[in-house]
Every structure is written in C-alpha cells, then in structure tokens.
C-alpha cells in the first residue's frame, strides 16, 4: 500500500482530520492524526479507532503503523 491510499483510507473514516503519512517502504507507515473525534479519548482509545478503520489491512498491507493521535487543541502548531 503507498502512502497516499493510507491517506485517504483514513481521510474517509475521519472526515475533516488533518492527516499526514510517510512510509520509507510502503509497509511501514508513520502517521500524524489531527482530529476532534480523539477529543476525551484515551490514546489507546485513539489507536484503536484507527486500528478499526484499516481493519484488516492490519497486519497484512500495513505491516507497522506508528501513530501520534491529537485534538486540534493538542495539536497547536503541530
């Protein structure tokens, strides 16, 4: 998977998220997540909201995924 369908896989299950994604093979990804829906949430809570968008694309086409998960609030001049 590139980086770019990550991208939009989960620019469909957060709408209005300001996302970023780089991956340095297309199997190891890095991702900034900037959504309200993380507001009041856990950051295990986070991760596993976007665990759940990829579904199976977890473990198979995303072999890791490194996660930072904010608010807008949090995320400041991120």
């Not at 990550?6 to 190891?28: M, N, Y």
């Not at 596993?48 to 996660?67: F, K, Q």
């Amino acid at each position: 998977m590139r980086s770019d369908e990550l991208k939009s896989l989960l620019e469909t299950a957060f709408p209005g998220a300001r996302i970023q994604v780089a991956s340095p093979d297309d199997v190891h990804f890095q991702a900034l997540l900037v959504a309200e829906a993380f507001a009041g949430q856990s950051t295990l809570a986070r991760h596993r909201l976007v665990y759940a968008a990829l579904g199976d694309r977890m473990g198979g086409e995303v072999h890791a995924l490194s996660l930072r998960t904010l608010t807008p609030a949090e995320a400041g001049n991120v």
